[in-house]
């Protein structure tokens, strides 16, 4: 009798540790399915769910925000002079002063390559994305360390409010991103 309630407790064990490592491997495969590896940024995946949810509630709430998208400016030339690791190192400070540039509430996120995407939850007009944008671009003014150097960034944004420039995500995405490419060719620094 003795021997059986011993092997029940040493299985009942073996299950919690197993539950906790099947918890943990849970856990880590979300993490790798909505973050950017490199930034741990929320990843384009993420975005967009969260994109479609504040759609929705601004639908639902009549409320306003903004999308923007941001691109860095002559980043391919920090990779051809200086290599991949200096773009990792100006990539990763880049998601670090967005996330200081934002509020809380705001989702910054890595949408692939050099683009970022920032939610800004309470927008309700071009004044309140100017001052988060002039935040974001006075955070870029310190150059990024990398080995004996400081490497210089400089980012691009374009940006659209809801519902003035649209209220589909279709439309939002198409406004924002034509305001990048004016600002990418009348930039750096520009929104």
């Known amino acids: ?10 299985l009942e ?21 909505y973050h950017d590896m490199l930034t741990s940024l929320p990843n384009r995946r993420m975005f967009t769910e969260q994109f479609r949810t504040r759609l929705a509630l601004a639908h639902r709430h009549r409320e306003s925000f903004g999308l923007l ?8 030339r920090i990779n051809d002079e200086f290599g991949h690791d200096a773009g990792d190192v100006v990539l990763i400070e880049t ?4 996330r200081a540039a934002v509020r809380e509430s705001d989702c910054a996120a890595r949408l692939g390559g050099d683009e970022f995407g920032i939610l800004v939850v309470s927008a309700h007009d071009k004044a309140g994305i100017e001052v988060i944008c002039r935040r974001i671009f006075d955070s ?8 004996d150097t400081n490497l210089t960034a400089r ?3 374009g940006a659209a409010i809801f519902p003035d420039d649209g209220n589909t995500e279709e439309s939002l995405y198409k406004v924002a991103d034509l305001a990048l490419y004016g ?9």
């Open 155 to 157: 980012c691009s944004i």
């Open 1 to 10: 009798m003795r021997a059986l309630v011993a092997n029940k407790e040493l």
């Open 183 to 191: 600002a990418k060719r009348t930039g750096p620094n520009i929104f």
């Open 13 to 33: 064990r073996q299950v919690a540790e197993r539950t906790v490592e099947l918890n943990e491997s849970q856990r880590r495969l979300e993490e790798i399915a």
């Open 95 to 98: 998601a670090t002063r967005l």
């Open 140 to 147: 870029f003014t310190a150059g990024i360390p990398y080995k």
């Open 69 to 76: 998208l941001i691109d860095l400016d002559r980043f391919k």
